[in-house]
Each structure stands twice: as C-alpha cells, then as structure tokens.
C-alpha cells in the first residue's frame, strides 16, 4: 500500500514538471501596416519620351524612296531617267520644286505622260510660309491637318498633272506626275507617306 501511494505521488509530481516544461505561446508579430509598406516600396522608373524624329536630305533615290518603294517602281516598268546626284538614263531634268530639293525622275521610255518625280528638301519656317503661300496662289486645294499640309492638285488623264505637296515644319516633300487624275493623287499621296518614313530618322 505504501509503494503504491508513493507511485501515486510520483507519477504526479512527474506530471507537474511536465506542465512546467511545456513551451510558452509565441508572442504576436506586430503587423506591418499598409502605411509602412508604402513607404518602403520603389517608385516606378520613369520611361524616357521618345526622341522626336528629325528630318534629314537623301543624298540618293535609293535613300529618298527606301528599297520597298524603289523596287516596286522599277518592277513596274519604270526607270530612273533623272536625279540630282546626276545618276539616270536622260539628260539632268529640273525639278518641279524651286529652292534645293533632291529630285528624281522616273518614266518608261517612249511611253507619254509616264514621267513623274519625287522630290524632298528641309525647309526653315520662313521659307515654309512662302511655300505655303506660292502653293495657294497656284490653286492648289489643302487639305491639311495639324502640322501636316497637304496641298493637292488633280489634274486630269492628259491635259493637267496631279501634284501633291506635303509641308511640315521643316521639310517640302512633293510628287508630280504628267498623268493626272484621282487614282493618281492617291498613288502620289502613298509615295510620299513612304518618303516621309524614309527620311525621318
């Protein structure tokens, strides 16, 4: 009786050591607050603006009209009859700008009214303004917006050339052709939205 009152004793003072060894609660983390996340987290990087394209002169047809444009010209039976850096089959041909263009001509020999140019040089503001006027004196329609004018004239098929000019702040672009027409003015207006492309880097 005894040994087993004692066992008795034992077994819960065993039970009490064990209670006292079982391990505390963690305390909480404190939570972090939406506030200080705010506050620890990166601004975005800035994204540069893009550099603004500037105009700048062919020096070649070749450069003036990129190969894309260039070769479905050639691959429509065409040829280069004249340009400014004296390349072409024919003798220098003047350009239908004044001032200092690069100038190229294109054509199919023996076939009339197949001539047409393509023409590109920088201009000053002052000298845009006078483009602008000469071009409206001389009955041109435009159709410009913003900072592009857009100065038209339609001609017909075999009396009057279609010619459309394209001012911008610093540039003239201009496309003639002998066979005038609608169909013509969009086939012109197409060629130099490629010249634009080409020449603005």
């Not at 391990?23 to 607050?33: G, H, K, L, M």
């Not at 072409?88 to 023996?110: E, F, K, L, M, R």
């Amino acid at each position: 009786m005894r040994f087993g009152r004692g066992r008795a004793v034992m077994t819960a003072l065993a039970a009490l050591a064990l209670v006292g060894c079982t391990p505390a609660e963690p305390a909480p983390v404190p939570e972090t607050s939406a506030t200080a996340v705010a506050e620890v987290e990166p601004s975005p990087t800035s994204v540069p603006a893009p550099a603004t394209k500037v105009f700048e002169p062919a020096s070649t047809c070749t450069e003036m009209l990129g190969s894309v444009l260039e070769d479905e010209i050639l691959a429509g039976g065409y040829t280069l009859f004249s340009s400014t850096s004296a390349g072409g089959s024919h003798y220098p041909i003047a350009s239908t700008q004044s001032g200092d263009p690069y100038s190229c001509w294109y054509g199919v020999d023996g076939v009339d009214l197949s001539t047409f140019e393509i023409a590109a040089q920088r201009l000053g503001a002052t000298e845009r303004d006078g483009v602008a006027a000469l071009l409206s004196s001389k009955g041109f329609t435009n159709t410009g917006e913003g900072d592009v004018a857009t100065w038209v004239m339609e001609g017909d098929q075999g009396q009057k050339p279609a010619i459309v000019h394209v001012l911008r702040a610093d540039s003239w672009l201009t496309a003639f052709s002998a066979y005038g027409g609608a169909k013509q003015v969009e086939t012109l207006s197409r060629y130099l939205t490629t010249v634009a492309d080409q020449l603005y880097r």
